[in-house]
């Protein structure tokens, strides 16, 4: 087994020279067989190694031996070793999540905390093959699609898995060969965890009554489906350089229907996956029926809408298909008439009340000091924009749209109410409400992200003028 680890390890390129490498040390067979298995090729990769041990608060006096072998293990082996508590079932209440789920969170987080510390670069966790199966069936049962069926990959990101290759019966009797101890975690054996129910029911179930090595094939199966989600992955990233359009910074995106429409229908669906991930919404959550919601749109009036898991928005636009987040509502943004008395005093800054943006005013300066040329240099820049301090009449707000609001639109005076606005640049309905407005009473000076008011705009009578700049958390 040592030998297989080792070629899996080099063949998937999981160390290199001089590499830090925080390992997850449980006390349980999996963590421990890793443990040795790296320390037989510490000295010759040139790596370091710190173990991390998370007691979850869980299992009272034997989860405190779990802590205690754990250290005990690495002080033997002059490995550096840290240990974090948690209370995950008090975390696990405050989250809204399952005490299962909310351990593997605050396992990562504990191993990045001490990956940023030392300055190390990789993870390595104790997955192995019938983990991988497991996996497999429950992403299967969830109704994932083909990078969940794809099952855990040996390297992700910062994290590496050697044991992925090997069953646990070869841990098992890599550990009794060596007359290596563990620690025995009872909590692996209660059934009301749906991965427990799936591991010491389900898999058995397939093994005795189906194929012996059921675990196997299906670890097997999952190596192959990674291979074609890599392949299409490729292919949607292609499609989505023709397709996809998104301008700096906004948390708006959207696919043109006729370029989009051309595609392969899987195509479609990574895209869609693709929308969501790069708006931070995430695709955990979206199942094939949701992905249908969204295909059905491209055949639909404009808009026809439809609210996705994670606050995410989809709307039929104008030859477009929109992706927006939703995380302000309607009723929510109405209420953001917030009043900042700060342009007759001295420079401030305002944070938004979603607390996902500040808008930074300065104080007016006199027109010589304004940089005219890189005003118009960064004529496209949606973010920062410079006003004529002495044509502002009244208090600004810093504010969602009202009844009544305008821009101008020409030097000669010519209005655009805010509603035709939008219309004429197509932005979805949906988000109207949402858009933030630097507003002198019902005079718009800037729709930020969007343009300012001719009537704002620094010119030859310009005496003061001050600089506005909106920044996105």
């Not at 390595?124 to 019938?130: F, G, K, Y």
């Not at 489906?225 to 948390?251: H, N």
């Not at 009723?331 to 401030?348: F, H």
């Not at 009537?455 to 003028?465: D, F, M, P, Q, R």
């Amino acid at each position: 087994m040592e030998e297989k680890v080792r070629t899996f390890m080099i063949e998937n390129q999981m160390i290199l020279p001089g590499d830090g490498i925080v390992l997850g040390l449980s006390g349980g067979a999996d963590s421990v067989c890793l443990f040795f298995l790296l320390l037989s090729v510490r000295v010759e990769w040139k790596f370091q190694l710190v173990c991390v041990h998370v007691h979850h608060g869980i299992r009272g006096q034997a989860a405190d031996e779990d802590e205690e072998y754990a250290s005990q293990l690495c002080r033997k082996y002059n490995v550096p070793y840290r240990s974090y508590f948690y209370n995950v079932k008090e975390e696990a209440k405050r989250r809204g999540l399952s005490e299962e789920e909310t351990g593997r969170i605050l396992r990562y987080q504990s191993f990045e905390k001490v990956l940023d510390e030392l300055g190390f670069n990789k993870i390595a966790v104790a997955h192995h093959m019938l983990d991988q199966a497991e996996t497999v069936i429950y992403h299967l049962c969830r109704g994932s699609g083909l990078t969940g069926l794809s099952g855990i990959r040996p390297v992700s990101g910062n994290r590496i898995r050697p044991l992925l290759c090997v069953q646990k019966e070869e841990i098992i009797l890599y550990l009794k060969k060596r007359r290596i101890s563990w620690q025995e975690d009872a909590t692996n054996k209660e059934l009301h965890y749906t991965r427990n129910r799936i591991r010491s029911q389900v898999i058995p179930c397939l093994q005795e009554n189906i194929n012996r090595a059921a675990a196997q094939h299906i670890a097997a199966c999952a190596s192959y489906l990674a291979e074609a989600d890599r392949y299409l992955a490729g292919q949607a990233k292609k499609a989505w350089a023709c397709c996809a359009s998104k301008e700096k910074e906004k948390t708006t995106l959207w696919f043109d229907l006729e370029k989009y429409g051309c595609l392969d229908i899987v195509i479609k669906k990574q895209l869609i996956f693709m929308a969501a991930d790069d708006l931070g919404t995430g695709r955990k959550d979206l199942t094939s029926e949701h992905l249908s919601m969204v295909l059905r749109l491209t055949e639909a009036q404009t808009g026809r809408s439809a609210n996705l898991p994670g606050g995410l928005l989809v709307c039929r636009e104008y030859g477009r298909l929109v992706f927006a987040r939703s995380d302000l509502d309607k009723e929510e943004s109405q209420n953001m008439g917030e009043v900042c008395e700060y342009l007759r005093a001295s420079g401030t800054e305002y944070v938004l009340p979603d607390g996902k943006g500040v808008l930074l005013v300065s104080s007016p300066v006199p027109a010589e000091q304004v940089p005219i040329k890189e005003i118009a240099k960064n004529e496209e820049n949606t973010y920062t924009k410079w006003f004529d301090y002495d044509k502002i009449k009244g208090t600004l707000q810093l504010r969602t749209r009202r009844e009544g609001d305008y821009i101008e639109i020409s030097k000669t005076g010519n209005r655009k109410k805010l509603k035709s606005y939008f219309i004429d640049k197509k932005v979805p309905r949906q988000l109207r409400d949402s858009i933030w407005l630097l507003a002198d009473q019902s005079h718009v000076l800037w729709i930020i992200g969007y343009r300012i008011s001719e009537g704002y705009k620094i010119g030859k009578s310009t005496k003061y003028a001050v600089k506005a700049e909106m920044k996105w958390r």
